[in-house]
């Protein structure tokens, strides 16, 4: 045990191969993101954003009975170059196509994609680094994503500028042409095992598996609430900088800065976590320090209280989701995995759906303020809550052996 801890998950050739790729990727998707919602808000307006922001959404939803299905039934080579060519192919869609209708239509293609990348992605990195290293290999993995996810905000603004909302969007499918030439130089591959019918059950299958597990079924329900919270706040967070602080368009984007910076903090952090308990506390630690920065700056009255507040979201935020994708994976038999991961993210998004209902809802009756205190004291709650079910659980249902 003490060796496998000591190896690096540097040293493992088709890690080197993945993270960056996938880090570069998320770049090029915050590129994207960036271009066309200046697109849209030209064009559209509210109405057109909320249009947009669903279409990233929906896709993964409805994906949910077939995209695990997919992931541990068919060579895991197979499904990333596929899924990556089609994502690339809708990133130059939406570079020669407008209007939107067809930017909406491109980006449910490119999200039909995502919908089974994601849980291959994540279903093949525990093969490549094993077991062990897991918890590790998340926290550097989400830390990557979080540092290329800020650049990418930071670029996209300044190559539309340059070169249009076309060159952005190609930009983002390169990068998807990127994975899928790392995916097919990939050694390490996930297969069903010969001769073995092709995985039967979706949805119902991977939240089975996960709400049988102990654990899993107080901390998974913490991270959807977690979404609720997060994206409800997210309606109405531009107003609260910019109308309630006056912090105008600058103090918006620096805010948005300093949480991303927390983020690749407490997402660094989780990797050093050792055992399941660790990482079950780091889960309920993350979700008391979204609820209490929430109120936080729902209390502000400039720009260092925020900037705290969105802080300590970002830490609370990459905590929680690196912890919670480790304890998914590790507990997780390996022929499942597929399943429960499109399972939760899809589970998930359809949160983030209902978040945006409430966040615009709650916007409306409360305020900017109103808002953020509320989902705060929710959050905070629910961690306290959360906690007082993990310390009933004894330590030998917590620390399982890995399947």
């Known amino acids: ?69 997919i992931v541990d039934g068919y060579d895991s080579r197979t499904v990333l170059v596929c899924s990556s060519l089609l994502q690339a192919l809708a990133g130059v869609g ?53 540092v290329a996810t800020l650049a990418g905000s930071a670029a996209g603004g300044v190559l539309v500028s340059w070169s249009g909302h076309s060159g952005a969007l190609l930009v983002d499918a390169v990068t998807f042409l990127g994975l899928a030439v790392v995916a097919q130089l990939v050694q390490t591959r996930r297969r069903p095992q010969p001769g073995s019918d092709r995985p039967s059950g979706g949805v119902m299958v991977g939240l089975r598996s996960m709400f049988g597990d102990r654990l899993l079924r107080i901390l998974v329900p913490a991270l959807w609430l977690f979404v609720i919270v997060g994206e409800a706040v997210n309606v109405v967070e531009v107003f609260l900088v910019t109308e309630e602080v006056g912090l105008g368009p600058s103090g918006y984007g620096a805010i948005g800065a300093v949480t991303g910076a927390g983020g690749i903090a407490g997402a660094w952090y989780s990797g050093r976590l050792r055992g399941d ?3 079950s506390g780091a889960v309920i630690a993350g ?50 995995r597929g399943r429960v991961i499109a399972a939760l993210n899809g589970t998930a998004r359809s949160f983030t759906i209902l978040a945006l209902m409430l966040g615009g809802l709650a916007g409306a009756l409360l305020g900017p303020r109103g808002t953020f205190i509320v989902c705060g004291v929710a959050c905070a709650a629910a961690a306290v809550l959360a906690g007082a079910l993990m310390v009933r659980i004894k330590d030998s249902e917590v620390e399982v052996v890995s399947h």
């Open 1 to 69: 045990m003490k060796q496998t801890l000591q190896i690096s998950p540097w040293s493992f050739r088709d890690l080197r191969l993945v993270l960056p790729a996938r880090a570069l990727s998320y770049a090029g998707d915050s590129i994207a993101l960036i271009a066309l919602m200046l697109r849209v808000s030209g064009d559209g307006g509210p109405a057109a954003m909320t249009v947009l922001l669903l279409a990233f959404a929906v896709p993964i939803v409805v994906m949910i009975p077939f995209a695990g299905r």
């Open 94 to 146: 939406l570079a020669l196509c407008h209007g939107l209708v067809a930017t909406v239509a491109l980006v449910c293609m490119l999200q039909l994609g995502q919908a089974v990348a994601g849980p291959a992605w994540g279903a093949l990195i525990p093969r490549i680094v094993g077991e062990e290293l897991v918890g590790r290999t998340t926290g550097v993995s989400q830390a990557l994503i979080g």
């Open 277 to 279: 308990r660790g990482r």
């Open 287 to 336: 979700m008391a320090a979204i609820g209490g920065a929430c109120v936080l700056m729902g209390c502000a009255g400039n720009f260092l209280t925020l900037a705290l507040g969105g802080f300590a979201i970002g830490i609370g935020s990459g905590l929680l989701n690196a912890a919670t994708s480790s304890l998914i994976v590790t507990r997780t038999a390996e022929h499942l």
